[in-house]
């Protein structure tokens, strides 16, 4: 079964049409909430993780809103370190069968020590995300300055700097187009106010040059850098253009723009690298930045400003929530997280909800590239972990919220890359293993390399590919489109076939397991991290085999593909519950005896969350055990740590406790003032589990099931979220007071009979496609 790229794309696209809504609407009708959607300071940015993120999935910008001196720093998402390259160890395949050996040895170390030395990737680390560099803007006749605010409004996704200077009125706008594919600023001054300004452009890249583009812009050039030995053979382009309203502009000596004496100043910026292609590099940011700003510069700002907020709408206004107001909400945004920990502000958790579909909106487009361990957005040559993708939890976790959200178009990019991913990951599979299908293991970067990094104690996990498989699996389950299932099935084959290959049997259980592997970067006190069978990697392939098997079933196809699996299925290695009552994270009981008891991963609980094994209707016993798991985790940890630990505990229908996780989140130690997640340092998927977090206690589906309001909190005994989306293509508006269920609308999009339950009580309705149902609490007495 062969499916083009394009054919591929197409069907994407397609699968989440029917999420589009009207501008200014909700998918279900309801207007967007009435609360204000935005993050705003009395004061500029100093600090990065004080300035505001502007992006449309490609071109990004940090808005530091200074006054005589403005930053942005830029971002294009192809350029990274480096240039194509295959890092598999040579050594790899001939070392595998004795480090297994040694593993069900029970001889940890030397294991390790052999596999560090022989099985892991040359070079031992992959490529850098890197920052383009900055565009700079200096006042020089400002003086001094009052009345300041800054601001970045979700709803329009524009950047917003506002004060007074000698009596005149300044305001200062930034957008990100998608359609012009260029940053547009505005400068504008009110009365007889006048602006001077000069303008540059700066790079900490490669073989960087600026010269004038003719007589009112700006055009910087340079190339990539090389990064563990791989040479940098990327080129890149900036390409600035000014129009300037009744002032004068010269190109001054130092290589900047000087405008004096303005009304209003626009400016456009275009970014492009020779990135086609992951292995194909021939690509012209010359060609592509004049034709960006061939395109912009015929259409005034405030054209594109209100196309940039219409194409932003059509997907952030599909979901309003209203969480209830205190007066903290008044209150700038730094402020109100800092006294978040103290005060009581729901609207806040209602803000960060919406703050992360923004953000995935303005990382994650179609024809872009996916979200970064920092999504879009990065002012570093070399960011910590290298602002990849590491697909042990924090990749996934950036597209829990998409589906739920109504963002299932955001999801494409993920879905791109796995397509390429799978084309390097056969010849990792085929050159390490020998084996058939396809691997990833905890990290991938923009040349998609997919062979194990960073040490053996971290990086030889080879179930990243099969986690990412879910994801494709859930975007069918959400939106039932057979011709994208088609287009994914040779994925989700591949990488069933991969493990079909390389399972080993267990010497003293009898059991399938994965080995070596670990279960993700927590040593288990017992010579090290490798193991065989970790709980999390049966737990992956129990979800990746029964998946595979249900789309073949739907496809109509691979009857003796679906045979191997379902037997194979059947022999992986059981849950077990160790001596402390937890759900044990390894095949022997060696929880107790981990060095950090309060490890931020808690990967043996991926049965619990994001999949479905563990539940407390159909699992008690392994619900419980997974309870005593989370209370010897403890509650806090890093940023995205402890948004996982959100959702595990609404998943346990524990509200009050996910709220109080939930509060931490958003307080300082968690959350930058600019609302970026904290590690620290910054990394942009406790954002996006955090949302997630939200949706789970608010409404779950699964399978025909809908749940509402399965971890209401009490700290939100009113209020209304309207929008979601549950699988089977059913949006659903909730409105509960006093802890009640008020009202929920169901709108399907298909016929079907679903089960909707509100505590333990539950009603089966037979859904017609177009017909909306509403539901009250009496529907379930």
């Known amino acids: ?16 049409l029917a999420l589009t809504a009207t501008p200014g609407r909700a998918a279900n009708g309801a207007s967007p909430s009435a609360q204000p959607l935005a993050l705003w300071y009395r004061q500029p940015a100093v600090e990065w993780t004080e300035a505001l993120p502007i992006g449309n999935g490609r071109l990004g910008a940090m808005v530091f809103g200074g006054t005589a001196q403005e930053r942005l720093q830029l971002n294009e998402s192809t350029l990274w370190a480096g ?45 850098p995300y890197q920052t383009l560099g900055d565009l700079t803007l200096d006042f020089p006749t400002l003086g001094a300055t009052d009345g300041y605010r800054r601001e970045l409004d979700h709803d329009s996704a524009m950047a917003t700097t506002r004060f007074t200077a000698g009596g005149v009125s300044h305001v200062r706008q930034v957008v990100a187009s998608p359609a012009d594919q260029v940053i547009a600023v505005r400068l504008s001054a009110t009365g007889a106010g006048k602006l001077d300004v000069d303008i540059g452009l700066r790079s900490p890249q490669q073989e960087v040059k600026v010269v004038a583009d003719g007589p009112s812009g700006l055009l910087m050039t340079g190339r990539n850098g090389a990064s563990k030995g791989i040479e940098g053979n990327l080129r890149f ?44 590099v021939s690509g012209d940011p010359l060609a592509a930045t004049a034709t960006a700003i061939s395109r912009a510069r015929s259409r005034p700002f405030a054209r594109i400003a209100a196309d940039t907020a219409a194409a ?11 969480l209830g107001t205190t007066p903290a909400a008044a209150q700038p945004t730094d402020e109100r997280i800092v006294a978040s920990q103290t005060s009581d502000d729901p609207a806040l958790a209602a803000l960060y909800f919406q703050y992360g579909r923004y953000l995935l909106i303005s990382s994650s487009r179609p024809g872009g590239q996916p979200a970064t361990l920092q999504g879009l957005w990065n002012d570093s040559l070399n960011p910590p972990w290298g602002s990849k993708y590491t697909i042990n939890i924090n990749t996934e976790m950036n597209y829990w919220p998409a589906e739920p959200t109504a963002l299932g178009e955001c999801v494409t990019p993920l879905v791109d890359m796995m397509r390429e991913i799978a084309i390097t990951g056969a010849r990792t599979a085929r050159t390490m293993y020998g084996a058939r299908g396809w691997v990833a293991h905890h990290n991938v ?4 390399a997919s062979a194990p990094i960073d040490g053996a104690q971290y990086g030889l996990w080879p179930t990243g590919g099969a986690w990412l498989c879910t994801h494709l699996w859930d975007h069918y389950e959400y939106n039932r489109d057979r011709a994208y299932l088609a287009s994914v099935y040779p994925l989700m084959a591949g990488a069933a076939r991969f493990f079909l290959d390389t399972l080993q049997k267990d010497p003293t259980t009898g059991f399938l397991v994965t080995n070596p592997s670990m279960s ?17 990697d049966m737990a992956i392939l129990r979800d990746l085999f029964t998946q595979t098997m249900e789309a073949a079933a739907i496809l109509g196809t691979d009857a003796s593909l679906s045979a191997e699996m379902r037997a194979a299925r059947d022999k992986l290695a059981p849950y077990k519950v160790g001596r402390q009552g937890q759900l044990q994270e390894w095949q022997r009981d060696w929880d107790a005896d981990a060095p950090e008891q309060h490890h931020r991963h808690v990967s043996h609980l991926y049965g619990l969350h994001p999949s479905r094994q563990i539940t407390l209707d159909g699992t008690p016993d392994l619900a419980a055990a997974a309870r005593r798991t989370l209370d010897i985790r403890g509650d806090r940890a890093t940023g995205w740590a402890t948004a996982w630990r959100i959702n595990l505990w609404a998943r346990l229908r524990e509200g009050d406790h996910a709220h109080e996780i939930l509060r931490f989140l958003l307080g300082p130690e968690r959350t930058y003032p600019n609302m970026f997640d904290a590690h620290p340092p910054f990394q942009i998927d406790g954002n996006f589990g955090g949302a997630a977090g939200i949706v789970e206690m608010l409404m779950d589906s699964h399978g025909d099931v809908i749940d509402l309001l399965p971890a209401l909190p009490r700290a939100w005994p009113t209020g209304h979220i309207l929008g979601l989306r549950a699988r089977g293509r059913c949006a659903v508006d909730i409105k509960w007071r006093n802890g009640n269920l008020d009202q929920a609308m169901l709108h399907p999009e298909r016929d079907e009979r679903r089960i909707i339950r509100l505590g333990k009580r539950s009603r089966t309705l037979p859904l017609k496609a177009g017909t909306p149902v509403t539901l009250t609490s009496r529907d379930f007495a």
């Not at 079964?1 to 989440?16: I, P």
């Not at 303005?262 to 194909?280: C, E, G, Q, R, W």
């Not at 993700?520 to 999390?536: F, I, K, Q, S």
Request: positive net charge.
């Open 312 to 322: 932003h709408q059509r997907l952030f206004r599909r979901v309003a929530i209203d």
């Open 1 to 16: 079964m062969s499916v083009t790229r394009r054919e591929a794309a197409v069907s994407l696209a397609a699968s989440t």
């Open 83 to 127: 240039q194509p390259y295959d890092p598999v160890n040579p050594q790899a395949r001939e070392m595998l069968p004795k480090v297994r050996a040694l593993i069900f040895e029970g001889k940890i170390e030397e294991a390790e020590a052999l596999a560090s030395q022989t099985l892991m990737a040359k070079p031992l680390t992959q490529m």
């Open 520 to 536: 993700p970067e927590n040593p288990h006190g017992h010579g090290g991290t490798l193991c065989a069978g970790p709980t999390m």
């Open 445 to 448: 970067d923009l040349w998609r």
């Open 237 to 280: 382009a900036a390409r600035l253009l000014t129009q300037v309203e009744g002032g004068r502009i010269t190109y001054a000596a130092d290589g900047r723009l000087s405008i004096r004496g303005a009304k209003a100043v626009t400016l456009f910026i275009a970014m492009a690298t020779s990135y086609k292609h992951f292995d194909d």
